[in-house]
């Protein structure tokens, strides 16, 4: 079977390793160089903790093939299993938390509540105003700017084509599958993988099936480094979006955080976000509620990236309803990096064998008619 992926962002460049795992023939096509959109721009978060229920089989998935990445794709993607603390400070969040912890349980997904002397005793400097946290051991983080290509430099040893820096010019269906002319020459194939990103709506437009999405970037910063004593990634149960901070220390000693601050709007063409310095402010003091010792270190860069964000806040994964052939793997608005890897098996399995283990009922595309 020939399969097009378009994106070489991580939802599709898993989908590349995967399906060229199964012997399928694939060429994936990137407008810019693999990884450098939203993957690259992300946080790097492997949490299942808060998700939207029915993504949770697909989050048990991913997070067993991150625990398998470094023997699977031959190189270390940095994949830590330090567990993930939400902290909380008011009783209405203790409630929401205590909520999800028992909807989420008949799931797979258990969540220990930490009283405030257990995180000062296990997680010291973390939230000295916190009244608890939920905790989930098993999730941790993984590095954004190497696992994009390390899964595409496994797909390519398994034979898969990879074409950068090509400028879709036309998709069409054709009478033996799809044809795409690019800059860099014309490709064709028995199916197409929409994997594009915050364009996947644009594809997906070309099909008669229209998703309401749009582009908007996140604001992500990092300090200089520091020793290194903050373990588990940090996180808030909250209502209040202008505290939804979260920050995790990496191994080199910088503290990377993000949330808090507004998400700007992001231009498709030419597809990039830039982050509002004016917003960091705000943004550090929130970040600070979870880690005050954060107020007194310098901040050496920020980032942002084009994301895609559908309107019920749930990703497009699966058929087409609309043509035979074409499948869609996009729209993970901000929190689509832990579902990576289960993504891409996911959709392996599913063009390859018409079927997917995992339900994905629920991101049907058909969902907006």
């Known amino acids: 079977m020939d399969v097009i992926v378009l994106g070489g962002g991580l939802m599709g460049t898993a989908s590349a390793y995967f399906l060229a795992r199964r012997g399928a023939r694939v060429t994936l096509i990137e407008r810019n160089r693999i990884g450098t959109g939203a993957t690259v721009a992300s946080f790097g978060n492997i949490r299942r903790t808060g998700r939207h ?36 400070f008011d009783e209405g969040s203790l409630a929401d938390m205590r909520a999800y912890a028992e909807a989420a349980r008949p799931w797979g997904l258990e969540l220990q509540e930490l009283e405030p002397r257990e995180i000062r005793a296990r997680f010291p400097g973390l939230g000295p105003e916190a009244i608890a946290a939920s905790f989930s051991p098993h999730d941790g983080s993984g590095n954004p700017r190497l696992i994009a290509p390390a899964f595409v430099d496994a797909a390519r040893r398994l034979g898969a084509e990879i074409i950068e820096q090509a400028q879709v010019e036309k998709v069409e269906q054709t009478g033996s599958g799809f044809l795409i002319a690019t800059s860099k020459g014309s490709f064709g194939a028995a199916c197409l993988l929409n994997a594009a990103g915050a364009w996947g709506a644009r594809i997906a437009a070309l099909f008669g099936e229209h998703v309401p999405l749009e582009a908007r970037g996140p604001q992500m910063g990092v300090t200089e480094p520091l020793p290194h004593r903050v373990l588990p990634v940090v996180g808030i149960w909250t209502r209040d979006k202008d505290y939804g901070a979260y920050l995790r220390q990496v191994e080199r000693g910088n503290i990377v955080f993000g949330g808090a601050a507004e998400r700007v709007a992001a231009n498709l063409d030419p597809g990039h976000a830039v982050a509002d310095p004016m917003r960091l402010p705000v943004q550090l003091r929130a970040v ?75 991101f049907a595309i058909d969902r907006f008619n």
């Open 288 to 362: 600070a509620r979870l880690l005050p010792a954060i107020a007194n270190v310098a901040v050496i860069r920020t980032w942002s990236g084009c994301e895609g964000y559908v309107r019920d806040m749930l990703p497009v994964i699966g058929r087409s309803a609309t043509t035979p052939g074409l499948f869609h793997a996009f729209g993970f608005s901000g929190h689509g990096f832990q579902l990576g890897p289960g993504v891409g098996e996911a959709m392996a399995e599913l063009i390859t064998t018409g079927r997917s283990e995992t339900p994905l009922e629920a």
């Open 53 to 88: 229920l029915p993504q949770l089989p697909l989050a048990h998935r991913s997070l067993r093939l991150w625990g398998e990445a470094e023997k699977m794709l031959g190189r270390d993607v940095e994949f830590r299993a330090t567990g993930h603390i939400r902290l909380i």
